[in-house]
């Protein structure tokens, strides 16, 4: 699976942004997606996860309330909208991929990784 994320940029503290995450070269829908994020210094962090159907979602509590994770399988893409943006979500954020029917906060359970789309909020 290829995966390509994009939709990062700049923007002011409160705001809001969508990610969306293209993936190509397999079935889509066999794979649970996850977003991650990693900030300068720092380690990748868990941040979204979905499974396969997308019904079910799971959050990191620094997000929780202000992130929602979607998907379309029709378009083989994967969403993050950011709302309520802090200084502290500032970080490159990417998209994985894992087969298996659930997402999983465990980055050692994603089989593919994309790269990454550069997300400042300034405050």
């Known amino acids: 699976v290829q995966l390509q994320a994009s939709g990062g940029g700049l923007v002011q503290d409160g705001g809001s942004l969508r990610l969306s995450c293209a993936a190509s070269?397999?079935?889509?829908?066999?794979?649970?997606m996850g977003w991650f994020r990693q900030a300068p210094g720092k380690d990748r962090e868990f941040v979204a996860s979905i499974s396969r159907s997308g019904r079910s979602t799971t959050y990191a509590d620094s997000v929780k309330g202000r992130f929602t994770i979607s998907r379309d399988n029709t378009k083989n893409t994967v969403y993050l909208q950011m709302s309520s943006l802090k200084p502290e979500d500032t970080a490159v954020y990417c998209c994985?991929?894992?087969?298996?029917?659930?997402?999983?906060?465990?980055?050692?359970?994603?089989?593919?990784w994309g790269q990454g789309t550069q997300v400042t909020v300034s405050s």
């Open positions: 994985a991929a894992a087969y298996a029917d659930w997402g999983t906060s465990s980055l050692k359970e994603y089989d593919y």
């Open positions: 070269g397999r079935t889509f829908s066999s794979y649970a």
